[in-house]
């Protein structure tokens, strides 16, 4: 183990039994430098390291801070579509979230990786639908959702106006334009944070976003076989774990 990872291991230690609690300033570098009979840049090589990993947060003139660390939020694997007064939902663990500004509806070229769920190529037109979701009584956000609709499908439609009606998109689809009982698949991804996302959610530098990326199916209609929508949630990976059951093959 080299110097500054033997020095972050035992600063990492120290977090954690808190003798440094958070939100309390750590040493400085020279006093760390003494503590530990090396360089400042082993030092500052090693509060880096725990600063990509969220545990301090560096502040300017002011010295290196311990980081809050919440509680972990668990996301059920849900498999069932449920309805409320406002429509349809996907998890109960995030039934209680709402927006905390107006969505925004664009019509912008598709990313690559939503292109391939689409059916669509990189950079054709789609429908973006973006929302800030999170806690009403705090404003703390928790999760940023889009929803990207194929353009030859939902340009010009209900599906592109900011406010959509009672049921939101997925009762437009189904009672409105006529796309029959709509189908949904999952799939659950990890990457690197924009800086966007990372603004938004408050993120440590480094820590990357879990994304909860569903799609919809037409079962009727014009638009019968097709995905109509994916639909794309980032969180804090950091904050969240994902729970399933387990069942015994008999």
Same mark, same amino acid.
């Given at each position: 183990? =080299?110097?500054? *990872?033997?020095?972050?291991? %035992? ?6 039994? &808190? %003798? ?14 003494? *503590?530990?009979?090396?360089?400042? @840049? @082993?030092?500052r090589r090693a509060v880096a390291q725990l600063?990509? /990993?969220? $545990? ?11 980081? !809050?660390?919440?509680?972990?939020? %668990? ?29 925004? +509806? ?6 690559? #990786? ?6 669509? *190529? ?9 929302? +800030?979701?999170? !806690? ?9 959702? =889009? ?6 499908? &939902?340009?010009?439609?209900?599906? &592109? #106006?900011? #406010? ?20 949904? *698949?999952?799939?659950? %991804? ?13 993120? =440590?530098?480094?820590?990357?976003? $879990? ?11 014009? &638009? !019968? ?15 969240? /774990? ?7 093959? @008999?």
């Amino acid at each position: 183990m =080299a110097r500054w *990872q033997q020095v972050a291991q %035992t600063l990492r230690e120290a977090i954690g039994d &808190a %003798t440094y609690p958070p939100g309390t300033r750590i040493p400085k570098e020279d006093e760390l430098s003494e *503590q530990f009979g090396c360089s400042r @840049t @082993t030092i500052r090589r090693a509060v880096a390291q725990l600063t990509v /990993e969220g $545990l301090v947060t560096p502040v300017r003139r002011g010295g290196t801070f311990v980081r !809050e660390q919440p509680d972990r939020v %668990t996301l059920a694997l849900d498999t069932t579509a449920r309805r409320d007064d406002l429509g349809y939902y996907f998890s109960e663990s995030v039934q209680d979230l709402r927006p905390l500004r107006p969505p925004t +509806v664009d019509e912008g070229p598709c990313p690559p #990786d939503i292109a391939a769920l689409l059916g669509l *190529q990189p950079g054709d037109p789609v429908v973006i639908r973006d929302r +800030v979701m999170g !806690e009403p009584g705090t404003g703390r956000v928790v999760q940023l959702a =889009a929803s990207y609709l194929p353009a030859d499908l &939902a340009a010009g439609t209900v599906l &592109a #106006d900011p #406010d959509t009606g009672p049921g939101g998109i997925y009762d437009r689809m189904e009672h409105d334009l006529g796309w029959g009982r709509l189908d949904w *698949q999952g799939v659950i %991804t990890a990457r690197p944070a924009t800086a966007d996302e990372a603004r938004l959610l408050n993120l =440590a530098p480094g820590v990357p976003v $879990l994304c909860v990326t569903r799609t919809t199916i037409a079962t009727a209609g014009p &638009a !019968e076989g097709r995905v109509v929508e994916a639909n794309a949630t980032r969180r804090d990976a950091s904050r969240c /774990e994902v729970r399933y059951p387990v069942t015994r093959h @008999t």
